[in-house]
């Protein structure tokens, strides 16, 4: 069993060798996946002198490891935004999870991303009755105000999405779907320095430091120099910039992949390669790799660090309850990595003390990272385009949290709990 991503071994992160530029960039990005390389790729192409920093490699973090999913599902869903800001305002800010759909797929087609996109849709089975009505009623609240194509099901009508008992119906997308992650993050790579983007990986940003024209991050190699300094970490920040580790927190997820399985097989449990995500707390998402020959499951697994093969175990549990079928295939994947939360559950992206920063999608961050990265970038130039309805959305703290996010496996025992009792 493997405890690299199942993802890199068609396209596994690379460091780009690249040395520190002599004179000033235009502008410095910490951060090189998804959010980073879209906001350096807009940034290069009108002419600016871009620099991407990463610690690790290009996509090594989530952008790397996620499931691929593509969606645009907001965590306090609409009805949660009107009654947070309003119609108007709740409206706008779900329009712009609709849009970085629209946005992932351009930009994939401009720049000939070979990523394996499939947008056959994504479906959301509900695993209690309660979870169905609310569910419901959030769709019934964006049929109102939102022209989305999608549509709920009931407990006997989602045999086309997945072949797994004991599900009370849900919902059904057609406008979403999946990609190849690492493929993705790539080809964004590969894209970026084409414009003319330089990216230096592995190379940890270790301090940033104010000067009178802009910026300097100092790394073991020497200092970097930039006009303007963006953030694009998501779960993987440290501690070089106090006010966003205060606000964003990292929360692990795990992976597996099955050994190779006949293709008939994968596609009768998936018959139109939908993408799946349940309504647990402790939720699990999951799918048909690309070529159609596995099936690829992720959670959060344990409530305390595990070895992987813990993990993998407790995931191929959560496998086999959904696909009996499946139960005596082995496991040739496991591997995990951070998504980023902030305490709204909602992506952030804004201004503070003069540094840019965009991150915070929750799980969901296929599409959207891309979108605010390129957002990001727009705001940088003074663009107007670059104004989104989530600017100047509070980004609130909390006294209790400083970096370290002691309370999460509180929670998950509380989740578990929560969904083990059914409520």
């Not at 401009?110 to 947008?119: A, P, W």
């Not at 559950?345 to 540094?355: E, F, L, R, S, V």
């Amino acid at each position: 069993m493997k405890t690299e991503p199942f993802w890199w071994e068609a396209a596994k992160p690379s460091p780009t060798g690249v040395a520190l530029p002599d004179s000033v960039s235009d502008v410095l990005i910490i951060g090189g996946g998804y959010t980073g390389l879209s906001a350096a790729l807009t940034l290069a192409k009108k002419g600016q002198a871009v620099t991407v920093l990463d610690a690790e490699m290009p996509g090594f973090g989530a952008s790397g490891r996620n499931g691929g999913m593509i969606g645009n599902l907001l965590k306090p869903g609409l009805s949660g935004l009107i009654e947070s800001y309003g119609t108007d305002r709740g409206c706008a800010i779900y329009k712009e999870a609709l849009a970085s759909v629209d946005f992932i797929k351009s930009r994939i087609a401009e720049e000939g991303i070979d990523c394996d996109l499939s947008l056959t849709g994504r479906f959301y089975p509900a695993v209690l009755e309660k979870h169905y009505r609310a569910m419901n009623n959030d769709f019934e609240v964006r049929q109102k105000y939102l022209d989305i194509p999608e549509e709920m099901v009931g407990p006997g009508d989602y045999a086309e999405d997945v072949d797994s008992p004991g599900y009370k119906g849900g919902l059904r997308q057609h406008h979403t779907g999946g990609l190849h992650p690492a493929k993705y993050v790539t080809g964004l790579t590969k894209a970026a320095i084409r414009a003319g983007a330089r990216i230096i990986a592995p190379l940890r940003a270790e301090e940033i430091i104010r000067k009178p024209a802009g910026f300097a991050v100092r790394t073991a190699q020497g200092e970097l120099t930039a006009r303007a300094l963006l953030i694009a970490t998501n779960g993987y920040g440290g501690g070089f910039f106090p006010f966003l580790q205060k606000r964003v927190f990292p929360v692990g997820s795990t992976m597996i992949a099955t050994e190779e399985l006949s293709e008939n097989l994968v596609a009768s449990l998936f018959p139109t390669k939908r993408m799946i995500t349940d309504t647990r707390k402790m939720l699990s998402y999951y799918r048909p790799s690309p070529d159609g020959r596995r099936v690829l499951l992720g959670a959060r697994p344990n409530v305390f660090p595990a070895p992987p093969e813990v993990q993998a175990r407790s995931l191929k549990k959560t496998l086999d309850s959904i696909f009996p079928a499946l139960r005596q295939a082995s496991v040739s994947h496991v591997w995990s990595g951070n998504v980023a939360y902030d305490f709204a559950a909602m992506p952030t992206i804004g201004k503070h003390d003069g540094i840019f920063y965009a991150m915070g999608y929750c799980g969901s961050g296929v599409a959207m990272s891309g979108y605010f990265g390129h957002k990001a970038a727009l705001k940088i130039l003074g663009d107007p385009d670059g104004e989104t309805a989530f600017d100047d959305l509070p980004l609130e703290d909390r006294f209790y949290y400083n970096g370290r996010p002691w309370f999460l496996p509180v929670a998950m025992i509380g989740y578990r709990v929560r969904d083990y009792f059914g409520f």
